[in-house]
């Protein structure tokens, strides 16, 4: 049956070992490791409050106290998300972390990132308020001027909308998804080894003797 | 009676006015932006300098 082939296919290319591993190596106990779980964290509360406003709609989060509160924690969450996607893009960047096969790693990270500015981008424009207005006049022009502003509409708001709750947050969660698998079927990236140079240089004397 | 906490706020972070921006040639980007840019760097400097807890091991 087809169930067997994914299932088999599933397990040998992600073994429970290696999906829910209980051990790290040992240079994986650096703060700047902390900032990818930081990351998927705050999308989580982005999510759940996402949801939360979706279901109130826009009356309820600019009129009621409870509304206004989850709107609150919807923005912070996404200005965390971005801050500690920022940190952890760094921190990967410097260590390289596109080596040993983890090409597509890096890939769906970074395409995880674009796609995220521009839920954003939509979740700005469904404010309905002065502020979305502005940024929809100041971003049509934005599209229009690189080409593609025949795609979208950024001053109709049921079009963003449905941007912004449907397409983008299931896009962003299933390229976090695919990254984090990814993550664990590679591993970490280890630190780059010590430099060649270094290590080519002649031992001192006292050195040489306990060789 | 103590005020409510939205006036306290309001009080500390006056936003009934345009944006403060920084303007120097080419450069151009609000305080609050420039604000966040400069606490990533510093919180990835943290990060890389601050040791991280180890876990103590039993003997």
């Known amino acids: ?211 | 009676m103590a005020p409510p906490v939205h006036v306290v706020f309001a009080a500390l972070f006056d936003l009934s006015h345009p944006a403060r921006y920084l303007h120097w040639h080419f450069f151009q980007m609000s305080v609050a932006n420039v604000v966040v840019i400069l606490l990533m760097i510093a919180v990835f400097v943290a990060a890389i300098l601050v040791p991280f807890p180890k876990r103590e091991r039993t003997p």
């Open chain 1, 1 to 211: 049956m087809w169930t067997t082939w994914v299932r088999e296919r599933a397990v040998s290319s992600l073994p429970p070992e290696k999906l829910l591993p209980d051990r790290q190596p040992s240079y994986v106990s650096s703060w700047i490791y902390v900032f990818g779980v930081a990351t998927t964290a705050a999308l989580v509360v982005v999510v759940a409050s996402g949801l939360i406003l979706g279901l109130g709609g826009p009356t309820w989060w600019h009129t009621t106290s409870l509304g206004r509160f989850l709107n609150g924690i919807h923005l912070w969450g996404v200005e965390l998300f971005f801050f500690a996607m920022v940190v952890h893009l760094w921190g990967k960047f410097f260590m390289g972390a596109w080596r040993g096969g983890r090409g597509r790693t890096w890939a769906t990270g970074a395409i995880s990132f674009l796609v995220a500015i521009g839920a954003a981008f939509t979740g700005y424009l469904s404010q309905q308020n002065f502020d979305s207005q502005w940024i929809a006049s100041e971003g049509k022009d934005g599209l229009n001027s690189v080409g593609i502003g025949a795609f979208f509409n950024v001053a109709n708001f049921g079009q963003m909308y449905t941007f912004h709750v449907i397409l983008l947050p299931l896009a962003v969660t299933a390229l976090v998804v695919w990254h984090v698998l990814l993550v664990r079927r590679h591993g970490v990236v280890p630190p780059y080894p010590a430099k060649v140079a270094a290590a080519a240089e002649p031992a001192t004397p006292s050195e040489e003797a306990t060789q």
